[in-house]
């Protein structure tokens, strides 16, 4: 009996990705090769994208709003891109010498966002909040960052101590940053101040016994991984001011936010600052990550100095594809094309938010311009702390997403969701009424019997 065979006799309603998975977990640890792939029981294997959907390897078609975290502006197989490329492909895809596509897209950057006068490109969101932490660093002579509380900022060490939480260390006699993974350094978390978001009140005397050590302050101005929490404007202005006094520099890591507008999310919530990271959908599909900035900043990567400050590399960093695939991407994004989204944003917000009512559900709807996140909460939050979700909430945001998924919809259970530019009004009709048919089944409207 083939594998298939035996996934379809076992009851699996996608057979082949059960099979599949059954390969993957012979290879890969937990059978897949990053952690954020949805296990629930297994993963769905895709076969190919087409604009607004994929479809898997049993044939499902699916309307995608996770468009790979956030990277697709366009959704699968947008013809000026797959066109440039492919016009590429046989011209060379890396060299050790720089090229003309590198400069188009910095141009773009630099022209659209206020905060980057220069830019360097890497290859993940990862590489481009680590060198902003190291230009940081280098820019002020100082070890120290601060971030927030539940907050993603990718891989680096730095980065990623504190987004699992902090607790009060007997060791260090303060609030300490929780370690990403056991038998990380414990001298990280020494150089990592954990703030909560959004606390206007108790942002200052957190910072101050720091003041002096901070190079900087990691900020992403909606963070997604957190809850997708709005910035209070009072909170933002006295973060500023703080950095401001004491010398510290910002960091703002738009690898996923620069999607709110045509100039970026700094510019939308008021926020100046020194650094910006980017990534997702700067490539146009392909891999790529940018930090941008102050060019006082950004001289520390240069080597005008006798050795640069900064040493930045990277093998397959400003890779033509990626330059192209970016450039031709975010040029058909026009701040029209971001109006546009915003609104059907907008409509599907509204929609889920009154149908979240409407049934009395503990749902509420997070998000901003393409960019939206369901909680599993009447009300949306506005800290790490209310964000949190319990098993049992956990648990129903698993429902709703597999009741998607049975329903034609690709939904991310614990993370930004997110609408491409061939959506229409259908579309995000559609994904209301799956929700609507959701609240309606039993376990869509039985919350409050299983806290
Ligand atoms: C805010 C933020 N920073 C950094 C990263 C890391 O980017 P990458 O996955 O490209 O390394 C992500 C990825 O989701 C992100 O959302």
Redesign the pocket.
């Known amino acids: 009996m083939s594998t298939v065979t035996a996934a379809r006799a076992a009851g699996h309603v996608r057979p082949r990705s059960a099979d599949l998975y059954h390969r993957g977990r012979g290879v890969f640890p937990s059978g897949v090769t990053r952690s954020t792939v949805d296990l629930d029981p297994y993963p769905t294997y895709l076969l190919r994208g087409e604009g607004a959907y994929v479809v898997d390897v049993d044939g499902n078609r699916l309307l995608d709003l996770n468009n790979n ?1 956030t990277t697709l502006l366009h959704g699968h197989g947008f013809a000026p891109v797959v066109d440039a490329v492919t016009d590429l492909l046989r011209k060379g895809t890396c060299f050790s010498n720089p090229t003309d596509h590198e400069i188009a897209l910095a141009e773009l950057l630099v022209s659209r966002i206020p905060a980057i006068e220069q830019v360097r490109f890497v290859n ?4 481009a ?1 680590m060198f902003a932490i190291k230009a940081a660093r280098a820019f002020t002579g100082r070890p120290a960052i601060a971030r927030f509380e539940g907050a ?4 680096y060490d730095w980065a990623e101590t504190g987004q699992y939480g902090s607790f009060d260390s007997a060791r260090t006699g303060r609030r300490t940053a929780r370690s990403a993974y056991t038998g990380a350094p414990g001298t990280t978390a020494d150089t990592v101040v954990v703030l909560d978001f959004n606390d206007v009140d108790g942002l200052e005397e957190s910072l101050m016994p720091h003041a002096k050590s901070l190079a900087a302050i990691l900020i ?1 101005p909606m963070p ?1 991984r957190a809850g997708f929490l709005k910035p209070l404007p009072q909170f933002i202005e006295r973060l500023s001011e703080f950095a401001q006094e004491h010398g510290i520099l910002i960091i703002a ?1 738009e ?3 620069l999607r709110q507008g045509y100039n970026g999310a700094s510019f939308r919530y008021l926020l100046a600052p020194d650094l910006v ?1 980017a ?2 959908i700067i490539g146009g599909g392909f891999p790529i ?1 940018a930090v941008g900035g102050r060019r006082d900043v950004m001289s520390v990567f240069g080597s005008d100095a006798k050795a640069p400050l900064v040493p930045q590399a990277g093998t397959f960093s400003a890779n033509p594809v990626s330059m192209v695939a970016g450039r031709v991407a975010m040029e058909a994004m026009t701040s029209q094309d971001f109006g546009r989204l915003e609104r059907l944003g907008d409509r599907l917000r509204s929609q889920l938010s009154e149908l979240a009512v409407k049934h009395d559900a503990s749902f509420s709807i997070a998000g901003a311009a393409s960019l939206f996140r369901i909680h599993p909460k009447r009300k949306v939050p506005n800290t790490y702390p209310d964000a949190r979700t319990t098993p049992a909430e956990a648990a129903r945001m698993r429902s709703l997403s597999r009741f998607f998924r049975e329903n034609g919809i690709l939904l991310p259970a614990d993370a930004a969701a997110c609408l491409s530019t061939p959506m229409t009004d259908g579309d995000i009709d559609s994904v209301s009424s799956a929700f609507e048919m959701f609240l309606t089944t039993s376990e869509g409207g039985k919350e409050e019997a299983q806290q």
């Open positions: 975290f993940s969101g990862t590489e909040v993603y900022h990718g891989a992403d997604s890591d690898v996923l936010n990271t990534g997702k990550g």
